[in-house]
């Protein structure tokens, strides 16, 4: 039931993995978590693939995750009357509230937010930052910018604006509907793009309510300035690297993939890192030594889960690509540097006694070379906690909730089984060991040691902790 290797797999469904064969399928090849995109999903077809997973997670025998990723506000030019039009390096152009189709001089920008927002100096990025037009003046209903990298516009191409914070939160009415509708299926986690403030995240979390948690996507720079504040009240992050790479200059990205991941690590909320991961397996059956070592280096680092995007939803080999990474994670995590790199990222536990407790697991675990640790919680938040630690010793989340079982897929090293709370101490042994024993990771005569909370069954009293003998009559 469980994985070789503790970083987590998020694979995208796409027209290239719609058969119930081909989920399965990913899912044994080493997906723990299947995103959703809602750019590219009705609310019907949503429903449809939630439904698909929960059939393929009996089918596996495993809890399975589901991420459902709000599309956001898609800023775009409005439309030209030749389709398209070049623009010249040093050229003047207009960006106005007029609906009339654009030229050579101007194009309609259906989004008064950004004429109202941007001030003289700002960029504005085109078609993925492929163009660079400079505000050089601004009045009531147009902009006038200075075309510093000039190319082909077309219409309905997307605006990027790494110089202005747009006063409008991170929701759209189509994110507010799908978010309604994602709440309905039971998705685990809802991701959250274009986030600027916390505010953002806020505005999700109050809707939601705990049904579902929610995951902030950090592509804007406006949100690496205020970084901690969002972290705070999220409850994950994802590094976005694809925007991020539009609206910042390509170079800071792997420098801020660290720092996000570490900030991350230290509040002991999960971090995936996405995009463009294995990108050329969308049309290719193996990666380019770049791409591997890209994974590599998220794995090194301690991110919680790698994600596939194309690669898995239209590309032309799924299966390989979810393969390959699964891989490219499991030998990682066998290299003799991988251990050390986590062990000296490691930051000191919380004052509190489920972080002491948390820390203390794995102090005893390593020291005693322990074959689990093994962890009852309702929540998921003490897995969270020892999870936090990144010890070497693997992890049994053991839950009565299917929820907690399903979110925790996506957190590092956390292998989440569902079945029932002890009463009492010599039924904690029991079912603490056959746990660890139906996993494989331990055997008759060995030892595993235990974190729980008493009174059992009691969310937020994690407050012991016992070793056991895994013997022929705790089974």
Known sequence: MIRH????????????????????????????????????????????????????????????????????????????????????????????????????RRVHLPHPEILQSVEVGHRLLIDDGKLCLRVRDKGEGFIDTAVEVGGLISDRKGVSLPDTVIPVGALTDKDRADLDAVLAAGVDWIALSFVQRPEDVAEVRKVSRGRALVMAKIEKPQAIERLEEILEISDALMVARGDLGVEMPLEVVPGLQKRITRLARRYGKPVVVATQMLESMIHSPAPTRAEVSDVATAVFEGADAVMLSAESASGKFPLEAVSTMSRIAEQV?????????????????????????????RTVAETLDLKAIVAWTASGATALRIARERPYTPIVMLTTSERTARRMQLVWGINPMIGSDPT???????????????????????????????????????????????????Q
């Open 424 to 474: 009492h101490t010599a039924d904690m042994v029991r079912i603490g060991t056959a746990a660890a024993r139906a996993c494989g990771l331990a055997q008759l005569g060995q030892r595993i040691i235990m974190v729980a909370g008493v009174p059992f069954g009691t969310p937020g009293a994690t407050n012991m902790l016992r070793i056991a003998f895994v013997s022929s009559d705790t």
């Open 333 to 361: 995590e066998r290299d003799s540097n991988y251990m050390i790199i986590i062990e000296g990222q490691r930051t000191e536990p919380e004052p509190t006694g489920a972080d002491a407790i948390a820390a203390a697991a």
């Open 5 to 104: 290797r503790r970083t987590k797999l998020i694979a995208t469904l796409g027209p290239a993995s719609m058969e119930d064969a081909t989920v399965a399928a990913l899912a044994n090849a080493g997906a723990d978590v299947f995103r959703i995109n809602m750019s590219h999903s009705s609310h019907e077809l949503m429903r449809q693939r939630v439904e698909q997973i929960r059939k393929i997670e009996k089918w596996v025998n495993r809890p399975i995750g589901i991420l459902a990723d709000l599309q956001g506000p898609k800023l775009r030019v409005g439309r030209f009357g030749d389709g398209s039009v070049e623009l010249k390096n040093g050229a003047s152009f207009r960006l106005d509230a007029e609906e009339t189709p654009g030229d050579a």
